[in-house]
């Protein structure tokens, strides 16, 4: 995610650095401008739009890691987090984890679900309580 975010500052910063706009502000180029302000302001409205969905995309992660911490079994939390984080496959989440019946990842996975409707489940009733005082 760094990476992402350090390569989406420089390009950003090369988009301002070539049309001189040195505000965060998009700026939508007149009738007469070049071709090359015109893709460089397209550039950094783009970069923007991108950068927006990566700070909404990382907070949505960052919120699925911290309710997959609260499950007490380390097993469904590492299949939940192959799975939903990582994107793996069942059949690879069931070599990673040495699984020995193919079918045994399927049913640790309706488990896994299980305790993370519980976590979810108790998010909620605390919130409750919360809004109650």
């Known amino acids: 995610m760094r990476s992402l975010q350090a390569q989406l500052d420089h390009f950003s910063e090369f988009g301002r650095s070539i049309t001189a706009f040195k505000t965060d502000t998009p700026i939508i180029a ?15 409205d783009t970069l923007s739009a991108l950068n927006e969905n990566l700070r909404a995309y990382t907070a949505i992660v960052d919120k699925a890691k911290k309710r997959i911490e609260k499950i ?4 469904y939390r590492l299949l939940l987090t192959y799975k939903y984080l990582c994107g793996m496959s069942f059949r690879s989440i069931s070599d990673q984890l040495r699984y020995t019946d193919r079918n045994s990842v399927y049913r640790a996975h309706g488990w896994a679900l299980i305790e993370m409707k519980k976590v979810l489940k108790a ?6 309580r919360l809004s109650a005082s």
Do not use: D, M
């Open 30 to 44: 007149s009738k007469g401008s070049s071709r090359v302000e015109t893709a460089a302001v397209g550039i950094v």
């Open 123 to 128: 998010e909620e009733q605390n919130a409750g």
């Open 72 to 75: 007490p079994q380390e097993n």
